[in-house]
């Protein structure tokens, strides 16, 4: 209001600056999947890229179990495994919220990280 003190100071204690809040926060949210048809063979990679960031999942069956790789403009974020699924087709969903990385199979959650 004009000519009152505002409630709230509008600077931060440590310095910065202060952004006004809208009515709903804006998140970075993006899902992509593919589908592990029956009989997926082994040693044979799939991937899948997300559009807004350079981060490609790959998924290849090794033997009794599924390895997940990610990496981000070519560098490794990390790999890791998961038992082969008795049923197929299976959906793989990567998923980024914010600076977070989700990878599905089916409706579990399979691993999660954190983007720097």
Do not use: N
């Not at 495994?81 to 793989?92: C, E, G, N, Q, Y």
Request: with cysteine; charged share 25%.
């Amino acid at each position: 209001y004009e000519g009152e003190r505002p409630l709230v100071p509008l600077m931060p204690e440590g310095g910065g600056s202060v952004q006004p809040v809208g009515e709903q926060p804006i998140v970075a949210h993006e899902v992509i999947a593919c589908t592990l048809p029956e009989g997926f063979p082994p040693k044979v990679p799939l991937s899948v890229r997300l559009s807004q960031e350079p981060v490609v999942l790959t998924v290849e069956r090794q033997f009794h179990q599924l390895v997940f790789r990610l990496e981000r403009a070519g560098e490794l974020l990390g790999v890791t495994t998961a038992r082969l699924p008795s049923r197929f087709p299976l959906t793989i969903r990567l998923e980024r919220r914010d600076r977070l990385l989700l990878v599905w199979m089916g409706d579990q959650p399979v691993w999660t990280v954190r983007l720097r």
